[in-house]
């Protein structure tokens, strides 16, 4: 055991059992996995990832290069920066760790988003004193440190501040951050990335997993240190070589003696102090070496001048044994290295700050900020404990009182004089450290002992291999590290970074500050893709959609198709039929009696405004100005290219009032591409649209006998004529029941608020109905040869290549695509067009993609000429055979061709693309009814977030209560302000509640609906998935925003927050929130 | 993540926000040559620079508005 009788920060009081390769080992509360190690006597902790020479323990923090050991589910951890606890057990490496697919993780990593106004990266004195000076200032303040305790190198060394132990300062200055209000400190926390704007990422590691912190700040004042660099010399990887500020460390931090006879590398001052730390502990210096020409005093230890250390020597297991400086040689089994001091530049140059070579410092430093940023203490080159307070503070008053400056970030505004420091100013504390000299110019010991002279520890890379890659050619540094691999490690070339660029420039002949760095990317420390997903992972991954009847799909075993973020029943399977086998039934009822789908997916846009038609005029390629109010009619818009970018039906309910539908995936596109022209193009047009797509639920009735169904729950749209509309009592309930057909059979799109949709699905197949899901819809369309906007087209269709010149407008003035239309390339005549193919064999099958070509070709043939490919696909039971649609150029009805999938070519003949019903002779149905004899059942309203309503109050406690607000009513209002309810947009709000209604006002009663969550703990809660600032001082009340990965609104009352989700996330957002409140 | 400023919600993150393109090309389908109509359609600046470009709340507001960006930086500024 090398650990210490007293001293440093451990709790000696308490032990801690783990194990290293199965070995059993104690430390205690303080450790580092690190200094257990050591402090066990363990000196070898793994690897090298190239040659498998044995590597020690070389640094004391996130700069590791080998010390990296799997613990348990994470297969690589820098052992300098895992805290040790009770039954940790740790693995080495061999310079790699390797994912385990297999390994439990039971960690719980999510997210979480705060603003300031200033942010301060680093708790050591410039960084502690910086969020004093902002904090002083009346600034809202986040400080993070990657420590567990504040102190940064102060907790590493025996400096004293004003005659006392520099950690009574840190102390003090702890206990003034926590009497302010608006000062947080995050330990354990360390900042990754540093984007765009005063974006700052951070991972905090906490008991029962990381959290994500993302981070915005007006300001943000770096005080991320420095770390001491290594330099080439043979044998310079030996475990027992260590950085001299590590050794330092490792006995006054961690009481842990690192070896007992030791040689100190002095290339700057900082050695000495490691030495006198060292002798401190007991450690015997047998020498120091110091390249520079002249050496400072140290008591009883010989100083080697104008020196440098030229090799090492090791026993049979490779641990040091020997240093050897010249034509001297020292037993050692410690040699500490103290090459100069690099600023921890990282987050700088994230930011996209400039970096300098500073030839005093022998360093590369900040030169010029891109963001609203500054970096204070060592990381700025100023170094001295002293000088980074004085530096930090003033940085610190600075940021929270920035004169008015460019740059994109945010500046808060601050009032009265911004530069005065407040009363009584600051007191910055005398230290009793030496001012250091300017460290030696050496990166690099050519002559010496002929073994490796390792530049880059974790990628074994040596000088010989830099030699390399500069004899071949190699310049700029960004070659030599892709060439090489230097740098490119777990630790991302912290210790080797500076070396590389060091020796390159003596291999080149050319400065340092000419070679420059590589660039420093995010994140500084490894984080594992746990942390980056949080809760985004499993049944939260992505938001899931689900329809008011959801659940009865689910009892009904109904198999799902995912639908852009919907889940839609694809079919539904009776007991041991095959989906192939369900289709063909589900198809049959539908063409032989009747069969009913959920259709709530479809998009649905409210339309208003004396302009509604004209607008629609132009969007839509037909016309529906002189639509008749009542009737429907089917419309493809095109984008400006000329291209289908959507298709659907739009009612005309009134004069100046529409319902639009999408395509399932196109609702928000299509809704975004309505108000982009309303907008940005024709802001004169008096029109609105409002999203009631999760408003309705829509049950599509199809089959011959559907009225029988309709009779029943929508007697008052019994008589409606083809394409015609009825607002109308559903189940007793106002609705809206379209004629509407997309299966060429008699068919109804009954519509009912959402609360009812559920009843209404089960009311229709308790009826008789049989339920059918999207193949079954496709197999029935394609029968009919209507096209699937994304399945026949693919953005490069045209309405007229879909054989629907007939729908193109020639009396309209315009439709955004119609000049396209006659572009060359979109009025030629060999463009690919919609075709019908019918297979020689009718059992055979052409699989959907495959490419057609004119005949069986061999090889030799090639190339092929390519006709088109096919798009649809089908087994039918109408047709008792196989069908398919394809898009085909310079081909006719009656051609014979191949479709070639794979190994298969099957013959096939072109055929005119309807293949079912071409006369319309069956969308009137069966006439002739049975009179009902059967008992309707109840109509029962449901709230979207009904089924949750027991977890909800299982979750809740002390801290937050979370439940349903149901059956709210709702109005969307556009155009002038009624005066009530929540403003959305510059002429939009959202009334709710027990109002009298508007005339013009969108009842979207079923489209929302509100979860809240109260409670003391409620903002902690949303912070962890909502990114807008939610401090009390800047929420103005109300917000749509994110929450999770879905749209909210959210409204502040008096004891928590109101959620507003539309109907179909409420199963997302609900899981959500129940998984953010367990923690 | 950017942080863009909304005319009616305020600074918000980049990914509540849809990118628009450039701002400023107008919808002439009247008059215009194939090749002046295929420049509507088809080309948009793409300087280094300062940039005039459109953005859409899509999860706030709603509303469209444009800004200039600095494409290099960055950096964000009221559209003129």
């Known amino acids: ?1079 | 993540m950017m942080l863009i400023e909304c005319p009616h919600c305020g600074p918000r993150d980049e990914n509540e926000f849809r990118y628009g393109g450039q701002a400023g090309v107008s919808y002439r389908p009247e008059d215009t040559s194939d090749e002046e109509w295929a420049g509507y359609v088809f080309l948009r600046d793409n300087p280094k620079g300062w940039f005039h470009e459109r953005w859409f709340h899509v999860h706030g507001c709603r509303t469209w508005f444009s800004v200039e960006r600095h494409t290099l930086t960055h950096e964000i500024r009221k559209a003129p």
């Not at chain 1, 798009?871 to 196989?882: K, M, V």
């Not at chain 1, 049975?930 to 008992?935: D, L, M, N």
């Not at chain 1, 009530?980 to 979207?1004: F, I, M, N, Y």
């Not at chain 1, 939610?1030 to 925003?1041: C, K, M, N, Y």
């Open chain 1, 1 to 1079: 055991m090398t650990r210490l009788a007293r001293g440093g920060l451990v709790d000696r009081s308490v032990t801690l059992s783990f194990s290293f390769d199965g070995r059993p080992m104690e430390g205690h509360p303080g450790d580092t996995l690190a200094s257990a190690l050591l402090a066990n006597g363990v000196r070898v902790v793994g690897h090298s990832v190239g040659f498998g020479r044995p590597r020690g323990v070389f640094s004391a923090g996130p700069e590791e290069p080998n010390a990296l050991i799997r613990v348990g589910a994470d297969p690589m951890l820098a052992a300098t920066t895992v805290e040790l606890y009770d039954g940790l057990e740790a693995w080495s490496l061999r310079g790699k760790g390797r994912v385990d697919l297999d390994a439990h993780d039971d960690r719980r990593c999510d997210k979480g988003y705060l603003h300031c106004d200033v942010l301060v990266v680093g708790g050591g004195p410039a960084g502690l004193a910086a969020a004093l000076g902002a904090g002083a200032a009346g600034a809202r303040v986040i400080l993070v440190d990657d420590q567990p305790r504040l102190g940064g190198d102060l907790l590493n060394s025996r400096v004293r501040l004003d005659g006392a132990p520099a950690l009574d300062w840190v102390a003090l200055v702890r206990a003034r951050l926590r009497s302010m209000a608006d000062v947080r400190v995050f330990s354990r926390t360390t900042a990754i990335g540093y984007y765009d704007h005063n974006y700052v990422v951070a991972v905090e590691r906490r008991p029962r997993g990381e959290r994500l912190w993302h981070l915005r700040a007006g300001r943000v004042v770096l005080a991320t240190g420095a770390h001491e660099r290594s330099l080439a010399f043979p044998g310079n990887d030996r475990p027992g070589v260590m950085l001299a500020s590590a050794a330092r460390t490792y006995a006054n931090r961690y009481g842990v003696r690192p070896g007992r006879r030791a040689v100190v590398f002095a290339c700057a001052d900082s050695g000495y102090e490691a030495a006198r730390d060292l002798l401190a502990a007991g450690v015997e210096i047998a020498a120091v070496v110091d390249p520079r020409p002249r050496g400072l005093a140290l008591d009883g230890v010989e100083v080697l001048a104008g020196q440098v250390v030229t090799g090492t020597t090791a026993d049979a297991g490779g641990l040091l044994t020997g240093v050897l400086a010249g034509d001297r040689s020292f037993e050692a089994d410690l040699l500490a290295v103290a090459g100069g001091w690099n600023p921890a530049v990282h987050l700088f140059s994230q930011s996209q700050g400039r970096t300098g070579f500073d030839e005093d410092l022998q360093a590369f430093v900040p030169r010029a900020s891109a963001q609203g940023e500054r970096s204070a203490g060592a990381c700025a080159g100023r170094y001295g404990t002293p000088e980074a307070i004085e530096d930090g503070y003033t940085a610190g008053h600075q940021a929270a009182t920035p004169m008015s400056e460019g740059g994109g970030s945010r500046v808060p505004e601050s009032e009265g004089d911004s530069s005065r420091v407040p009363e009584g100013g600051f007191h910055v504390p005398v230290s009793d450290e030496p001012a250091p000299r300017p460290p030696a110019a050496l990166w690099l010991v050519e002559q010496g002992s002929g073994d490796h002279s390792f530049a880059d520890l974790h990628r074994d890379v040596t000088v010989a291999d830099l030699a390399r890659a500069a004899g071949t050619g190699m310049r700029s540094v960004e070659h030599v590290k892709r060439y090489t691999t230097a740098g490119t490690g777990a630790d991302q070339g912290k210790t080797s970074g500076a070396v590389v660029v060091g020796v390159m420039s003596a291999l080149l002949g050319a400065a340092p500050g000419q070679v420059g760095t590589t660039t420093y990317r995010p994140p500084y420390t490894p984080v594992s893709f746990a942390t980056l997903a949080g809760r985004d992972r499993g049944t939260l991954s992505d938001p899931v959609r689900t329809t008011a009847p959801h659940a009865s799909h689910v009892a009904r075993g109904a198999v799902f198709e995912d639908v852009g973020q919907w889940k839609r029943p694809r079919y539904f399977p009776r007991e041991g039929e095959t989906m192939e086998q369900a289709v063909l039934r589900e198809c049959h009822a539908a063409r032989t009696a009747v069969a009913a789908m959920d259709a709530s997916t479809l998009g649905k846009i409210d339309i208003r405004g004396a302009d509604a038609g004209e607008f629609l005029d132009r969007i839509y390629t037909n016309m529906y100005s002189t639509l008749r109010v009542g009737s429907c009619r089917y419309g493809v818009m095109c984008t400006a290219d000329g291209m289908v970018f959507d298709d659907g039906t739009t009612a005309r309910l009134a004069d100046d009032h529409y319902l639009m539908t999408t395509t399932t995936g196109n609702a928000a596109p299509v809704l975004d591409w309505l108000e982009e022209w309303r907008q940005t193009e024709w802001p004169d047009l008096d029109v609105s649209f409002t999203s009631v797509t999760d408003h309705w639920a829509t049950v599509a009735v199809a089959g011959p006998h559907a009225r029988e169904i309709i009779q029943v729950v929508a007697p008052g749209a019994l008589d409606l004529a083809f394409m015609t509309y009825a607002g109308t009592d559903v189940l007793g309930v106002p609705g809206r029941v379209f004629r509407i057909s997309f299966s060429g059979e008699l068919a109804y799109e009954v519509n009912v608020p959402w609360w009812y949709g559920r009843s209404l699905w089960d009311t229709v197949l308790d009826l008789g109905a049989v339920p059918y899901g999207t193949e079954t819809m496709h197999v029935l369309r394609a029968e009919k040869g209507f096209a699937i906007v994304g399945q026949e087209t693919d953005g490069t269709v045209t309405p007229q290549d879909l054989g629907m010149s007939w729908l193109v407008s020639k009396r309209k003035p315009d439709f955004v695509g119609k000049r396209s239309h006659t572009r060359p390339d979109t009025a030629r005549a060999d463009r690919k067009h919609l075709v019908g193919l019918l297979t020689d064999d009718p059992a055979a099958f052409v699989e959907e993609g495959a490419q057609l070509v004119l005949r069986m070709y061999v090889g030799g043939d090639a190339p092929v000429p390519m006709l088109g490919h096919v798009t649809s696909s089908y087994p039918s039971a109408a047709l008792g055979r196989s069908f398919s649609l394809a898009m085909a150029r310079d081909v006719a009805v009656g051609d014979r061709l191949v479709a070639v999938s794979g190994e298969t070519s099957v013959p096939v003949t072109v055929v005119e693309p309807v293949f079912y019903d071409p006369g319309n002779t069956r969308r009137d149905g069966r006439q002739a009814m049975p009179a009902f004899s059967g008992v309707m059942g109840e109509c029962r309203r449901r709230s979207p977030a009904e089924a949750y309503a027991a977890r909800f109050a299982a979750a809740g406690s002390e801290r937050v209560r979370l439940r349903e607000v149901p059956f709210e009513r709702m109005w969307e209002v556009r155009g002038s302000d009624p005066g009530t309810g929540l403003r959305l947009g510059p002429d939009w709000w959202l009334v709710t509640g027990d109002v009298q209604a508007g005339e013009s006002w969108v009842d979207v009663s079923g489209q929302r609906t509100v979860l809240e969550l109260t409670g003391p703990g409620a903002l902690d809660i949303l912070i962890t998935g909502c990114p807008i600032d939610l401090h009390p001082s800047v929420f103005p009340g109300h917000a749509q925003t994110l929450l999770g990965k879905t749209t909210v609104l959210l409204e502040k009352i008096p004891d928590g927050y109101r959620i507003y989700v539309r109907s179909s996330f409420a199963s997302y957002v609900s899981e959500w929130l129940l998984s953010a409140t367990e923690g």
